[in-house]
């Protein structure tokens, strides 16, 4: 008993001391029994009862007397009560040294711990490092797995859009949307049987096996009728509820639908303006869980005008079934702020079925579609040579003969084989004067103009859809005498009238935009691109060109209007097809000081008896035009002027062009 | 105040405690501080609170934290035993109270009296169990080895009674660490190990329940369009929308549609708000708390010390890691927080607890001391 002790007295000690000779202290008598009983022990409350029993009652007092006061008559019950038990089981003492043998097995050894928690300390640096890894793998890979989510939510509200005069576009109206918590619906089948009878096009296999998960919500059905509500309500299903949403409807169906884009179930803005109020951070807002309701949201204004817009889009499908047209389109932006005031481009799809816009024949051919824009262009290529000072409009170039370049010749449409006056080349729209102009300037000359111009690089605006335009890689003296005259370079057909209304407006290049702007807020950042002295005389040229030249047909009486026509060849299989044309006019509004600009283009128009077989643009896109200036200009407020203006170019007068409004000898025919 | 020369007990304290220690854990308790100003804002609006009620309330909380875990760090060893015993009963208790009288609490019931008993019993427990491990090694008279394996139960029965399954879960590996730190055969080490490993793969291969589980967390969309990950999506949308250097201090946006963003995702909006360097430098600092308690432990020559402060370490660690591996989607959601940094009262002062205990048992002491109180224990 008091060797027992002693040899407890420094646990310390004989820690170190066991670390080395495990069996050694086996033979003193005390330890030898408390070895023995702890080999029991360790068996013990598997195999014997009794033995179980005498740990248990050590047990139930260890803990309640404490640590510290139990200790001194510790060994002492120990003992006996292993004494009492083994006593009369010696013959199993063979079987007893077997266990002490594998006492290493279930025993523990203190003197292990040491290493051991330099072990764990390896396993946490281990664990630590993952997590270091993880998060580095995070931050180099910004775009890993942003997983797909966000599906079963409650649409949004959205801001209205209103046009110029506040007539609703776009608005939100509540509707109530079915919805089911699986977990809450006690007879699935029952449930899906039920709820496709009243709402017969949901589909029952998907509902059944949405409604087999464990998730906590899904949607039946978005945007039910009143009259489905009352049924669905009156089927009584617990776990099937309805709340109300938020859907976007366009009232004015297809007017438009270019621009106002749309937005889906959810309330997410997928193009167009929609998408575009979505990016100005609405769709943080929401996606943060901001609930905002139509109230919240300030109404947004387009620049478009409703009334305006509909007679252009009726105007340009009468235009394109009278011509026989595959497509068209046509845009009127006001040339002093840069707003689009209509704009329509057919074919085109309602956004309440918002599913037709994703047919590729439905873009909008003025902002997603380029092209070469033909003789238009000339406008630009004469008002650079005009600007540049190379020369005015009193100005004479020889368009005697085909201008020959390399193996190329270019030809006149309709040849005059004479030396023409600059304002001859325009409405006689001579290529080979143009052509002559533009390498005057040069190569390098003419593209920074079209680059000043936006000509060369992708117009951005409100809407998310654009499209580059094309521009030859290695632009050579050839590239610029085609694309003098519109060919060899595409570009957005608004991207065109954005360089156009700029050359008009007093040569401030103003960018298109879809939401209502005053001019001065247009003016506070627009460069001046041309002299107003060029962009006078290119409204003179125009002016001219709609009383003698290929423009006539688009001379309303009344709004002194200016014109140009354009006619491109289409390209098929690599080569200027004869037969397939592009046509586009574009008209000013009164030319003295214009408003509006305007655009009308035909994708292959046809001839007609009536247009003596031809399809170039004056016939087609021209009239067209003239159509809807008719109609929108009183729409827009214009009203007809009864007498002409007398000083209609007064810059040009101080400069001594002193023929203004008269007209020389009368131009080639309408083309 | 503080010399080496007069032996005040404020002094002696000073002199003995792991001063890095300390210091790292008051710069866990600022950075919970900070951090709690940017995840807690949206949570506070989202229940109609004032903007900065949880700042607030955790700089209340810090104030007897502070107190607990200055006190606490003041026990002999033998003071940390026997106060472990006394806070181990009346949390065995209040448990009990809870879940008999206490009200549920998204599913469970775990509080009572404004309190999360569980938090404060995890401490004394590692606390008992070290005890019972060194007694059980050093002293052939005490079975250790059997009361450690009997607590083990005694104290997550309860606690699966709540149901908190990640208390159980971390108490039962701290336990477990500390078994094999005890020194526990390889044999069972790597046979338990590997029957729980062989297990898995079994239950995986033959068991549909195990496998969808397993199938669930690593890709959400199996298991039949369940997508049911809110959460640690948003979380880890909160990683990448922050990138190395966040967004700014208030300049996060996902933190305003993650739930529990001022706890158990708070790593997240750190991620968001102050970046992936920050968070490496907040795993840094667990890191090394954790590294340094275990080796301080492994060279300790008292037995319970070295027991009770690898254990209280383990706790602190495997708490933290498991947080942080639960945002980053490592491992299934579990209910944790991130020590020191989540708002949370209970936790804090459980935390203080804790830390209290292990700087206390990690205290330089002269080899006599341990002697004459071994002696004490022994004689007296």
Known sequence: MKQTTDSLQDPNEQDLWTAGHTEGYADTDALRTAQASQAYASQAYTSHPDAFRADGMFMAQGPAAGPATHMPEGPGPYETSSDDIFSPRRRFLSLLALKERLKPFFGTKIAKSSGRAKLIAVGFLCLYGVIAVRLVYFALHPEAPQELRRGDQVAAARPDLLDRNGEVLATDVKVMSVFAEPRRIIDKDEAVELLTAVLPDVDAADLRKRLGTRRGFIWVKRAITPKQREEVHHLGLPGVGFLAENKRVYPNGPLAAHVLGYANLDGAGISGLEKYIDGQGLADLSGAGFKLTQQDLKPIVTSLDLKATYAVRDELAKGIAHYKAKAGAACIIDVNTGEVVAMASLPDYDPNTPADALDPNHINRLSVGVYEMGSTFKAISIAMALDAGKVNLNSHVDARDSLRYGRFTIHDFHATHRILSVPEVFTHSSNIGTARMALMVGVEGHKAFLRKMGQLNRLVTELPESAEPLVPKNWGELNTITISFGQGLNVAPLQAMMAVGALVNGGIMMKPTFLKRSVEEAQRNAPRVVKPETSEAMRYLMRLNAEIGSARLADIKGYYIGGKTGTADKIVHGHYAKDKVFTTFMAIMPSDKPKYLFLTLMDEPQGLPETGGYRTAAWNAGSVTARIIERVGPLLGIPPRLDLPTQPFPLLAKLGYGYANVPQTRGGPVH | ?380
Not at chain 2, 46 to 61: D, I, K, P
Not at chain 2, 83 to 100: D, H, K, Q
Not at chain 2, 209 to 228: E, M, S, W
Not at chain 2, 256 to 263: S, V
């Open chain 2, 1 to 380: 105040m503080i010399s080496r020369a007069e032996r005040s007990p404020l002094a002696n304290w000073w002199w003995t405690v792991d001063r890095w220690l300390l210091a790292s854990v008051l710069m866990l308790m600022v950075l919970g501080l900070v951090l709690t100003m940017a995840g807690s804002p949206p949570v506070a609006e989202r229940l109609g609170l004032s903007t900065f009620h949880f700042v607030h309330r955790q700089v209340l909380y810090l104030i007897p934290t502070l107190a607990v875990l200055f006190l606490v760090s003041f026990l002999t060893p033998r003071q940390v035993r026997r106060s472990a015993l006394i806070i181990y009963v009346i949390s065995m208790a209040l448990i009990f109270a809870a879940l008999l009288f206490g009200h549920e609490v998204k599913g469970a019931r775990r509080w009572i009296f404004g309190i999360q008993p569980s938090e404060f019993l995890k401490p004394a427990f590692v606390i008992l169990i070290a005890w019972a491990f060194a007694e059980g090694g050093t002293r052939r008279d005490v079975p250790g080895n059997l009361i450690a394996l009997l607590l083990l139960p005694m104290t997550i029965i309860p606690l699966m009674l709540q149901p908190d399954f990640g208390q159980t879960l971390l108490v039962s590996l701290v336990w477990a660490a500390l078994f094999f730190m005890a020194g526990l055969h390889w044999f069972w080490v790597i046979g338990i190990g590997g029957a729980g490993i062989s297990g898995g793969l079994l239950a995986y291969k033959f068991v549909p329940h195990v496998r969808a589980r397993v199938l669930k967390f690593l890709d959400p969309g199996t298991g039949g369009g369940i997508v049911d990950t809110f959460q640690v999506d948003t979380a880890l949308d909160s990683f990448l929308s922050g990138g190395w250097f966040g967004k700014g201090p208030g300049e996060g946006t996902v933190k305003r549609i993650l739930p529990d963003a001022h706890t158990d995702f708070i790593f997240a909006v750190t991620g968001e708000e102050f970046g992936i360097a920050a968070c490496l430098f907040i795993v840094s600092i667990f890191a090394f708390i954790v590294l340094r308690g275990l080796l301080l432990s492994a060279n300790n020559e008292d037995p319970f010390c070295r027991f009770a402060a690898a254990g209280l370490t383990m706790l602190f660690g495997i708490q933290s890691a498991i947080n942080m591996a639960v945002n980053l989607h490592l491992m299934p959601a579990k209910g944790m927080t991130l020590p020191f940094i989540s708002y949370g009262g209970s936790s804090l002062i459980s935390l203080a607890l804790a830390i209290g205990f292990l700087i206390a048992v990690l205290r330089k002491r002269p080899r006599s001391t341990i002697f004459l109180e071994q002696d004490g224990k022994v004689l007296a």
